[in-house]
């Protein structure tokens, strides 16, 4: 299994960012840190680079589950998901399998967690 869910749209980026925002809030995800990469290696680096924001989502219920059974799986979090602008003018949407990035953490508790999350994760993908 891939450690990504990902999907290439039609949507242009901006389009595409707004969906995925709906997406993931219809599955009870808020959106606590956004990274523009493309601003930040510019005004860091003076390098352009493509459209591309890291979105860091979280569901608070599944957060509060996984910090339950795990205390030290906040440094897993939030789940980013990324939008992107490819060169031949598509847009890419991926977002973080969970289960993938779990395997890490012996707990089976946490990869019930991790899968509810995984399937919420890939259907928003799936949605864009």
Do not use: W
Request: net charge positive; glycine share 6%; hydrophobic share 40%.
């Amino acid at each position: 299994m891939s450690y990504y869910f990902t999907k290439t749209t039609s949507l242009g980026y901006e389009q595409a960012l707004l969906k995925v925002q709906e997406e993931l809030k219809k599955e009870g995800f808020g959106i606590i840190t956004e990274i523009d990469v493309r601003e930040t290696l510019k005004k860091k680096l003076n390098i352009d680079f493509r459209r591309y924001k890291i979105l860091g989502a979280c569901n608070p219920s599944f957060a509060h589950q996984a910090l339950q059974v795990e205390s030290r799986i906040g440094t897993m979090l939030p789940c980013n998901v990324i939008v992107q602008e490819r060169e031949d003018g598509q847009t890419e949407v991926s977002a973080i399998n969970p289960l993938e990035s779990m395997k890490a953490v012996a707990n089976p508790q946490l990869a019930q967690v991790g899968s509810q999350i995984a399937a919420k994760l890939k259907g928003v993908v799936e949605r864009i």
